[in-house]
């Protein structure tokens, strides 16, 4: 089976400047997530969708991050306008079951933005 | 609040050698519990999980993990470690309140020498 694609790969931008990342889960999968990895750290939570709804969105920056998830299937992220704290790796990860905690994730390669 | 922890930050065994990396967590009710391995240049791979049951888990490349819910710990462990087996393990938890959200470690980075 595929796995979860991510992409690009790599992204490096100016402060103040827009990024796009886009996922596409596995075939199936209802819940979608974006998390957020910074050197050094585990991944942070910063949106689930359940099919196309938010099920959490409590650690989402909305005043510059937005998330969309159309037809309940790929799902974009956008940082508008990124600053200097966005550098990390933006995972996208998505589990099989609607709603079911005990599920596994699987995850992507990540985006690694650098933002200069 | 609800966390995770993994106090080391690195472990260091010899090839042939018991492992343990070990996490500890604060969180209400009765979590899920999970384990994951990040691989140089590969994405976060689940290697097991605890639900509900028997406290010892089997996962996959050999791993096993012991739940203990007086200590609140879900420590990793393989009888007999390899040099490939030389990775960052994240361990992570799915409270039973407060929505669905899976709160990660900051990782433990193990390093086999041969």
């Known amino acids: 089976e595929a796995g979860v694609a991510q992409s690009p790969r790599y992204k490096i931008i100016e402060k103040r400047q827009s990024v796009a990342f886009w996922c596409n889960p596995i075939?199936?999968?209802?819940?979608l997530y974006w998390y957020q990895q910074i050197l050094g750290q585990g991944p942070k939570l910063l949106i689930q969708?359940?099919?196309?709804?938010?099920?959490?969105d409590s650690q989402l920056p909305k005043d510059r991050f937005s998330a969309e998830r159309l037809k309940g299937v790929d799902s974009t992220l956008k940082i508008q306008p990124a600053k200097l704290e966005d550098s990390a790796v933006y995972l996208c990860?998505?589990?099989?079951?609607?709603?079911?905690?005990?599920?596994?994730?699987?995850f992507g390669p990540g985006t690694r933005l650098t933002v200069t | 609040a609800q966390s995770v922890a993994q106090p080391e930050d690195q472990v260091n065994v010899a090839e042939g050698n018991p492992l343990t990396v070990k996490c500890t967590y604060s969180?209400?009710?009765?979590?899920?519990l999970f384990w994951y391995v990040q691989y140089p240049n590969r994405g976060l791979q689940f290697l097991l999980k605890?639900?509900?049951?028997?406290?010892l888990v089997k996962g996959s490349y050999g791993f096993e993990a012991e739940f203990n819910k007086s200590q609140t710990s879900f420590h990793l462990k393989k009888p007999s470690a390899l040099v490939s087996d030389s990775a960052l393990y994240f361990c992570?938890?799915?409270?039973?309140?407060?929505?669905?959200?899976?709160?990660f470690g900051a990782g433990t980075r193990l390093f086999v020498k041969a």
């Open positions: 969708f359940q099919n196309n709804g938010v099920v959490d």
């Open positions: 990860a998505s589990s099989a079951i609607r709603g079911d905690r005990g599920y596994e994730q699987y």
């Open positions: 075939s199936g999968h209802a819940t």
């Open positions: 605890y639900i509900t049951g028997d406290n």
């Open positions: 969180v209400s009710g009765n979590p899920y």
């Open positions: 992570a938890v799915s409270p039973t309140a407060g929505g669905f959200k899976t709160i």
